[in-house]
């Protein structure tokens, strides 16, 4: 998508009503919904640059877009949990932002998910209350309007052109007692099911392709891109505008109403934090002036720890139409748990850690935990913008989630051995069959796990924003992003994601009226 309405102005100061930085999943939908209004004058800020490059749109290629110029190519400190291994941390760096390279797959989450949020601090973002966002991001044809949503940007729908080995795992996964459902972003999300896809007539639906590419002549719309934000600016304890850098020029924009970060887990506690609104202790070791001391800022990381079994297979498995994963399972690893906490993602590709060696024809059965109790942090190496940050997610720290990756371990093994595999399966191949459980099992899963890309909490509600997303202590300044979620959601982030920049943009409106 080109760029909309781009501008590139002097070093003289601009104005717009509203400054959104990061072009991202919640970014998109906050800069389409907030130009809505007449007259209002958005300015969306993205580091990255248009979605020209042909593999974002083709959905099978996600995989190839980690280490392009798409990719902010972050990484990991090394994970003490995970063999002592870091791990690269892929993030969009493109209009659309993780939306335009990741799987895919568009999954809501639990409405107990959404209750547990309240109880941790985030008043009116129970169930009840974020369900009506949902539906208005959506167009969901056939499904039940209670649940479901038509008439919205996102056009989502299960997979088309089903793969055959799809199928099998989907059988297989039936036939060891896991129930089906319909619909997972429905009234009963448990079970296994052919998810939903932000694929819509064979190409990738980005958060840009849907929000953005309809508008992109709205009046009072600017987008930029290649601008790098490099700090708020504050007057006192308010918000005024942006500092960024273009062609390596720096630049500054004011915003008369309000800043919103979209930056992501990563991007925009870094930001804050570069701004002087973080932990105190760190900042001043850093050598960054202290403006809001704020200990929540960068603290909370944590992601799904996602790990698998990968299968050589018995007969060629031929490309599929979609985006390697069509079908998923979500599951509670014990009757006594509150919510599901264990997912299962069927993969027509071997899917694992680079450091293990697969076959060149494969599947692979991931597994993860979707309710992790374990906790990291972002932080900054030093006080330059452009330097990366220190990414520590804290992989499987805690033993809880050890013990649960063992039972998707075993579990995954199940399905694997299923009849319904059989014409598909030539041998397990990771781990192979001689690991089996203790020490072998643990051993497996730490040098398995990595990243299910899925980063959240770093600016959570409750502890950097209130309830309406603004910042502690600072007057127009908003965060929307996965970074607010106090507690990641039990399915793949980008639905929660969208549904947090609708309910942003609503209370941006409310607050402006």
Known sequence: MATANATRRGPEASEYDYVIVGAGTAGCVLAARLSERDGARVLLLEAGGPATLVLLKVPQAWPALMGTEVDWCYATVPQTGTAHRDHVMPAGKVLGGSSAINAMAHIRGHRANFDRWAREGATGWEYDSVLPYFKRSEHAEGRDPAYRGVGGPLRVTPARNRHPLSQALFDAALEVGIPATEDSNGKQPEGVCWHELNIVDGARQSAAAAYLEPIRRRPGLTIETGALALRVLLDGDRCVGVEYAVDGRTRRVRATEEVVLSAGAVGSPKLLMLSGLGPERHLRELGIGVVEDLP?????????????????????????????????????????????????????????????EGPANGYTIGFAVMTPVSRGTVRLAGPDPTQAPRIDPNYLAEQEDVRRMLIGFQRAREIGAASALAEWRARQVLPGLEVVDGAAARDYVARCTGTYFHLVGTCAIGQVVDPQLRVRGIGGLRVADASVMPSIVSANTNATTVMIGERAAALIADGAQ
């Open 296 to 356: 929540g800022v960068g603290a909370n990381l944590h992601d799904h720890p996602l790990a698998g079994i990968t299968y050589e297979a018995r007969r060629p498995v031929e490309p599929g139409a979609n985006q390697h994963g069509e079908v998923s399972a979500l599951q509670r690893t014990g009757p006594d748990v509150d919510e599901p906490d264990l997912q299962f993602v069927f993969i027509d590709v071997p899917f694992h850690p680079p450091s293990l």
